[in-house]
């Protein structure tokens, strides 16, 4: 019997190990690349059906959303009608009415938006909106009825002898006399005696803490706070004893004088007080600067005011001015018949 023997060639056995590895390698990267289409596949497939469940549900989480709002406005609605709520603690809230004269000029609705948007965080809010004009503007209009606030809209023309010159002061003619005006006639011809509410006149050139808001549930009166960056000053302020929570005196600069040294912004009205003295007015036959003064002699005495944040130590309210932009170029496009806002609300 022949044996067979069999000889190895160690070269050529790892030529075949090594030809075997290069045809799995290929075999597993084929494998590979297969896993990652038949993956894609599965992935597309599936985004299509989320794609198609999203489109179904943007319109559903649209309307949600409108939802959302129309409730809210509904709550603030039935806030307002009834005109206050019971808090938390058993206590009756009064619906604060806020006053804000305003007219048309390039940052009447950036002015606007950013008081709404801080008044939408206020309970028990309404705002009274009053224009310089003889009828309501578009813009006005648009940015109140879109602003989630319970408002009410109005327009009140200062006469033209009282309207200030474009190059005039501030202070050479009273402002927003008219309008504050209307407001008043507003609130007592469309609210009873019986409702609980507090009045402010908040200017459209002002910030406002959501703190002040808290602070003037507490009034029984007329409540007073410090304003900041006012009157020449970082603060304008009532003096206030701490022993006997009374104003003693005002650290007004400017004309220190008066009945009321107090800015507009640093006061606010119990709405009972206004029923109480229905004659109470602002007027156009006064010193420049003297309207706060105006409406609050006609209302109490200088030891009736309430100091508020925290014995007037607090600082809730700004009197910020937006400073006018320079608007140069706009001027050069208006003459050549063109504007960079065209079409665009700004």
């Known amino acids: 019997m022949t044996e067979s023997v069999f000889l190895i060639d160690e070269s050529s056995t790892k030529d075949s190990m090594w030809g075997g590895f290069r045809c799995n390698r290929s075999l597993v990267i084929l494998l590979l690349i297969n896993v990652i289409v038949f993956l894609s596949i599965i992935y597309y497939q599936e985004h299509r059906k989320w794609q198609d469940v999203r489109s179904k549900l943007d319109p559903l989480i649209a309307d949600l959303r409108d939802m959302q709002g129309l409730t809210y406005g509904l709550l603030k609605k039935l806030e307002a009608h009834g005109l206050f709520v019971e808090d938390t603690h058993g206590r009756s809230q009064p619906v604060i009415y806020a006053i804000t004269p305003t007219f048309a000029r390039p940052v009447q609705k950036a002015e606007l938006t950013r ?89 459209d050139d002002n910030t406002y803490s959501i703190k002040l808001f808290g602070e003037m549930e507490k009034i029984q009166k007329v409540g007073v706070w410090p304003v900041g960056l006012v009157g020449g000053l970082m603060v304008e302020k009532p003096i206030c004893d701490n022993v006997t929570n009374k104003v003693i005196g005002f650290n007004a600069a400017w004309k220190p004088d008066r009945p009321f040294p107090l800015d507009m912004a640093g006061f606010a009205i119990n709405l009972e007080l206004l029923f109480k003295h229905g004659d109470a007015w602002f007027s156009y036959d006064v010193q420049g600067g003297y309207q706060e003064s105006e409406i609050l002699r006609q209302l109490v005495t200088k030891d009736q005011l309430e100091p508020l944040a925290d014995c007037c130590t607090k600082v809730y309210v700004w009197h910020t001015r937006t400073e006018p932009p320079q608007l140069n170029v706009e001027q050069m496009l208006i003459k050549k018949g063109k504007r960079s806002n065209a079409g665009i609300e700004v």
């Open 115 to 203: 008081l709404a948007q801080t008044f939408l965080h206020v309970p028990n809010f309404h705002w009274i909106v009053v224009e310089d004009a003889s009828k309501k503007s578009a813009l006005v209009t648009r940015l109140l009825e879109t602003s989630g606030l319970i408002y009410t809209h109005l327009a009140a023309t200062t006469p033209p002898n009282y309207k200030l010159g474009r190059n005039d002061p501030n202070w050479k003619k009273p402002r927003g006399v008219e309008q504050r005006n209307a407001a008043l006639r507003w609130l007592r011809e469309n609210l009873k005696q019986s409702d609980k509410g507090v009045v402010y006149f908040a200017d």
